[in-house]
């Protein structure tokens, strides 16, 4: 029978061993069991109790086995008191020192904790060391495994992690670095602001950049030194199946194997030495994957050559070419392992996106801030604020921290956080956030938060630890691996052990040499290209449609989306205001002369409502007229003259407060067109109601259809925005979209993804913002509008150039067309496997009295590879449109 559970307790690679070793003791059991899930899938030849399956584990061990019930809901197993009344959480989520007193769950993961003595016999060189910190601000510069082998250990060198030898990567830094330079001499340079000693200047500060990222620097380095070395390699080897062998006409077959032999040996030794060693890795733990199939394909390769160029005469006459030389397969080693560090090159590019999203929010906290003590202005560090700090916050400049203000008033662009393009207009006592941008009024704020605790530097963290929660894919070509490599491994064994006791002449030497052909054959070489073809294929395929694709991982995973996020302002909506009526409320005065009037009286504010107005003036051709007196009345409106006409531009208390008097049914109107999602702007000449004008931001024209074509391939659609709730119903009513989300922080978008991820659900976001920064980052995959900012792009996989919708459309159609391809790839390079391994094995000699040529291994590696690339190639014949 066959059965599910839930494996609490596992942290890494070496739990996930233990409880696999330890399950498989069980008599008729097999078990296997999988650390990203925390599944158990066990095979039971008798029935077992789960109290049996907890004992085998252990009682009061840290790793408890729980049913699933047909609702998936995990049973939790009851943990024994403890002898010494303390109690841990066995994913020491607070580090090994913190104990509680009693029974409970951990209030960090939620985890049963479990008994302080039961942990006494883990290996905890598979742990987190006590004393080590989680991969966070604190160690930024540090190293860690991206797989999270050994929990949250960190390194303060690069290189490779001593578990499963992947590359270590960089916390990047969470807070700005900043020098302060003089601009005449630049020679004085100190850490905080102040004047320069030698004219007296203020000093400007400069972002200290920081290095640029090592492991791509690294692998991109190696792979142009590959590159350089294969080409040559591959043209020696194959350059003689061109007509009239024109390389043996210059260089004789020795020499060319010798030639051959140098340069494949700084590939396999210096650039590519990485994937046999988590070849190695992965044989020692039993956890086959791609890199076990290319170390051993690879690896058996460079050793036959190595040993057919030396010693040729130890090979059967059956395997001797007609030059007298057995056949070497250098080219095959240097090939694949050149295409797969190609593969490593794009996803540490890809991984390093991060970093660079992380580094472009930090841009957006400003260097310095303005004092005010005693009666004094001082401008300090941003890093020097202190909490209760009195700080001036000057017209245009950036907010320095979180606080709230203590006089005067201004309205202030919140875009980064709410991603609504209309600035909130705040007064006395309001909360005004870090980072975000102050209008045209001067303002004093104490300071509220500083450091992590404010609203940036917590969205800053949640992308930083949104990148490093999700596992990397599991490649098709790793799962095809464990199966594929123990059944190579089986059959050369048996290969060997035939051909020893087979009594003929030479046993030793056939055994030996048809043992390497088994696995030279099984050398993925097709295998190697399958993927990456596609993958290149189709990337080029998208950035021809619009669609910028920044990894191979997130094109695969875009066909097994079944829910979509959708931000408003600027991903459904265009992101800019724009006025949606004009009204005229006087007999005077026709439409266009109520929009002419309000235009006018705008064209010197900078509101994004005035610029609307502004914008939709010169649309009708209207020509701006002068203003005298203008005057700005934050938070209410403006005013100003007109020719002999005194004007008033406005919310509906700036009337109130005017004397001016509004007709009853324009109040139903007002809230008519408020429910509608308008901004309302009135118009008053003379201290007499003159016009309305209403301000929307306008749906996107292809919103609606994109998303009727997203839910028609049955992924459900929510939209998630910063924007009120009666807007976002608006909105949601136009693209046909049933669930909806509002008044939502960037903080509470990644949790919602997170609760749909708990479900199952594998989540797309789309947005445009830096307020969606953290949630496209936890999303399965984040789609990013090309007309959004720089950073919503950094943190997402994939780019719709033109910011329109039915771009996602596109990119699923393309997922889907891509991994089809690289489906059929894969059975073009299993179909030599299949025919060329019972060849090689010597399945042919007792009838035929043939072995494996090594003419027809080359040519059908050769055709093999062709096949792949031909149909890779058939991708850009194909249609995205639906």
């Known amino acids: 029978m066959n059965k599910q559970f839930k494996i609490l307790g596992m942290t890494c690679s070496g739990c996930q061993a233990t409880v696999e070793k330890k399950l498989n003791a069980l008599e008729g059991v097999h078990a296997h069991v999988n650390l990203e899930k925390g599944i158990a899938d066990l095979h039971m030849e008798k029935p077992y109790t789960l109290h049996q399956l907890q004992g085998q584990l252990g009682e009061d061990g840290p790793y408890q086995i729980v049913a699933l019930d047909s609702t998936e809901k995990a049973k939790q197993v009851e943990i024994a008191d403890s002898p010494s009344g303390k109690y841990i959480c066995p994913m020491f989520c607070e580090g090994h020192d913190k104990t509680y007193n009693e029974k409970g769950r951990c209030p960090v993961c939620n985890m049963h904790l479990v008994p302080i003595e039961s942990l006494k016999d883990i290996d905890h060189s598979m742990h987190v060391p006590s004393g080590t910190m989680k991969p966070s601000a604190d160690n930024a510069g540090k190293y860690y495994c ?11 060198e690069f290189g490779s992690c001593p578990v499963c030898g992947m590359n270590l990567e960089k916390i990047p830094a969470l807070t700005l670095k900043v020098e302060y330079s003089c601009p005449m001499h630049p020679e004085i340079v100190q850490d905080k602001p102040g004047n320069c000693p030698i004219c007296g200047m203020d000093l400007v500060a400069n972002q200290v950049d920081d290095a640029g990222d090592e492991v791509y620097q690294n692998l991109l380095r190696k792979l142009w030194i590959s590159v350089a070395l294969t080409v040559p390699v591959f043209i020696l080897a194959m350059g003689d199946m061109l ?12 020499i060319n194997g010798w030639i051959q032999l140098i340069l494949t040996t700084p590939i396999v030794f ?21 890199f076990s199939l290319i170390g051993l394909g690879a690896g058996a390769a460079y050793v036959y050559s190595i040993v057919a160029l030396l010693f040729p005469q130890i090979f059967p006459d059956e395997l001797i070419g007609h030059h007298g030389d057995v056949a070497l397969y250098f080219e095959s080693a240097a090939v694949i392992l050149t295409l797969v560090l190609l593969g490593q090159v794009m996803e540490a590019k890809a991984h390093s996106k991060t970093n660079t999203a992380v580094k472009e929010l930090i841009k957006l906290s400003p260097a310095d801030a303005i004092l005010v003590k005693d009666g004094q202005e001082k401008k300090i560090s941003v890093s020097d604020i202190q909490i209760g700090d009195i700080l001036r916050v000057r017209p245009g400049d950036k907010i320095p921290i979180d606080g709230t ?26 909360a005004v956030i870090g980072g975000t941008i102050n209008g045209n009024q001067t303002f004093l704020m104490k300071a509220k938060h500083i450091g992590s605790e404010t609203l940036l530097a917590q969205i800053i963290q949640l992308v930083n630890d949104a990148s490093r929660s999700q596992a990397p894919i599991q490649k098709l070509t790793d799962r095809v691996s464990r199966i594929f490599v123990p059944i190579v491994i089986a059959i050369a064994i048996i290969t060997f ?3 020893y006791f087979s009594g003929i002449d030479n046993s ?9 052909a088994v696995l030279i054959v099984a050398c993925p070489c097709a295998l190697g290209l399958a993927t990456p073809m ?22 695969e995973k875009l066909q097994k989306v079944d829910t979509l996020i959708v931000d408003k302002t600027g991903t459904l909506t265009e992101g800019r205001p724009s006025v949606s009526g004009v009204t005229s409320g006087h007999e005077k005065f026709k439409e266009n002369d109520v929009l002419q009037i309000a235009a006018s009286i705008n064209k010197s504010s900078s509101h994004p409502l005035a610029e609307a107005m502004v914008n939709k003036a010169k649309e009708h051709g209207l020509t701006l007229l002068d203003v005298t007196n203008f005057e700005n009345i934050s938070g209410k409106g403006v005013s100003g003259n007109i020719f002999h006409m005194s004007v008033l531009l406005g919310t509906r208390k700036l009337m109130e407060e005017n004397g001016v008097v509004l007709p009853q049914h324009l109040q139903e109107e007002i ?25 929307i931001d306008q749906v996107k024209a292809t919103s609606a259809e994109a998303i009727k074509h997203i839910q028609a391939q049955g992924i459900d659609v929510y939209m998630f925005t910063g924007d009120n709730e009666n807007t976002a119903q608006v909105v949601a009513d136009k693209t046909y979209i049933k669930h909806i989300k509002a008044n939502m922080l960037p903080g509470d978008k990644l949790n919602e993804i997170k609760k749909l991820q708990a479900q199952g659900k594998v989540v797309a976001m789309a947005g445009d913002g830096i307020n969606d920064a953290p949630a496209l980052t936890q999303a399965d995959i984040g789609i990013a509008m090309g007309t959004g900012t720089d950073i919503a792009i950094q943190s997402s996989e994939i780019t719709l150039v033109k910011g329109d919708l039915k771009g996602v459309n596109k990119a699923i159609t393309l997922s889907h067309q891509m991994m089809r391809n690289v489906k059929q790839n894969l059975t073009f390079a299993f179909l030599y496997n299949v025919i060329g391994i019972p060849i090689a094995a010597g399945l042919l000699y007792p009838t035929f009295g043939m072995l494996m040529s090594p003419m027809i291994a080359a040519a059908a590696m050769s055709l093999s590879s062709v096949s792949v690339i031909l149909n890779s190639l058939r991708l850009n014949s194909s249609s995205l449109e639906k």
Request: include cysteine.
């Open 146 to 156: 991206p797989m999270m082998c050994e929990g949250d250990k960190v390194y303060d």
């Open 243 to 254: 007509p009239g062998a024109p390389v043996s006409q210059v260089i004789s077959p020795k």
């Open 270 to 290: 210096y650039t590519c030495w990485m994937f046999f060693t988590r070849a190695w890795t992965s044989f020692k733990t039993w956890n086959l994957n791609m």
């Open 405 to 430: 203000i203590t006089e005067g008033s201004s309205s202030i662009d919140e875009s980064m956080i709410t991603g609504e393009s209309i600035p909130m207009e705040k007064s006395e006592g309001d």
């Open 497 to 499: 052990i035939v051909w």
């Open 508 to 516: 030793t030497a056939f055994a030996f040499t048809n043992l390497l």
């Open 534 to 555: 596609s993958v290149m294929v189709g990337i080029g395929k998208g950035a021809k449609s619009g669609i910028l694709i920044k990894n191979a991982a997130a094109l």
């Open 671 to 695: 809230v008519t067109a408020q429910k509608q999602g308008n901004s309302i702007s009135i118009l008053a000449i003379d201290q007499q109601y003159a016009g309305l004008l209403t301000i």
